[in-house]
T-cell receptor, first 114, second 110 residues
Framework: DTEVTQTPKHLVMGMTNKKSLKCEQHMGHRAMYWYKQKAKKPPELMFVYSYEKLSINESVPSRFSPECPNSSLLNLHLHALQPEDSALYLC?????????????FGSGTRLTVV | KNEVEQSPQNLTAQEGEFITINCSYSVGISALHWLQQHPGGGIVSLFMLSSGKKKHGRLIATINIQEKHSSLHITASHPRDSAVYICAVDPHFGNEKLTFGTGTRLTIIP
């Protein structure tokens, strides 16, 4: 298995909703990443997990809450989002943060906040 | 901070043409990634380069560490190659943040 699987592919949520994005990989990668990508822009790093521990938080608002329950799974919990949070959310994984071999992106979740 | 520049920003070519996309960066790196993104889609990692040249099918990536420059070539281009191609650099092993270029939008006309 050489994929990073993200679910759901599309999500529409209201500003008062609570939802979660899920990311899964079974490549034995110990580094996992969340990115946010607005249209026609490069991805922006949000969070990095290394060996299931949060190692980087790029000053992301607290309405985004990451969780790494085990080495294969990464979640992004969403609460009280704003319309400007609408974007493509990408998950990625790599061998380790210090050796970024096998850097693999998921196909993303397209989030619309209404 | 590493500045990553790609050229051209947009490229339209006829099917079958040889395509070259360039990436330059300002600070020494440990590795460079070439990524592909189809419209509305996720990102596919094409290559990770530390030196020299790599080939996969019709895609060839080269890097010149001294000149801080990399190129992505597509031979016998096909409409399905139409996508945004992004280069991203790893400043140092151990640094956890890639720096992305702004991408090259490639359109191949049948």
């Amino acid at each position: 298995d050489t994929e990073v699987t993200q679910t759901p592919k599309h999500l529409v949520m209201g500003m008062t909703n609570k939802k979660s994005l899920k990311c899964e990989q079974h490549m034995g990668h110990r580094a996992m990443y969340w990115y946010k990508q607005k249209a026609k822009k490069p991805p922006e790093l949000m969070f990095v997990y290394s060996y299931e521990k949060l190692s980087i938080n790029e000053s992301v608002p607290s309405r985004f809450s990451p969780e790494c329950p085990n080495s294969s799974l990464l979640n992004l919990h969403l609460h009280a989002l704003q319309p400007e949070d609408s974007a493509l959310y990408l998950c990625a994984s790599s061998h380790r943060t210090g050796q970024r071999y096998g850097y693999t992106f998921g196909s993303g979740t397209r989030l619309t906040v209404v | 901070k590493n500045e990553v520049e790609q050229s051209p920003q947009n490229l339209t070519a006829q099917e079958g043409e040889f395509i070259t996309i360039n990436c330059s960066y300002s600070v020494g790196i440990s590795a460079l990634h070439w990524l592909q993104q189809h419209p509305g889609g996720g990102i596919v990692s094409l290559f990770m380069l530390s030196s020299g040249k790599k080939k996969h099918g019709r895609l060839i990536a080269t890097i010149n560490i001294q000149e801080k420059h990399s190129s992505l070539h597509i031979t016998a281009s096909h409409p399905r190659d139409s996508a945004v191609y992004i280069c991203a650099v790893d400043p140092h092993f151990g640094n956890e943040k890639l720096t992305f270029g702004t991408g090259t939008r490639l359109t191949i006309i049948p």
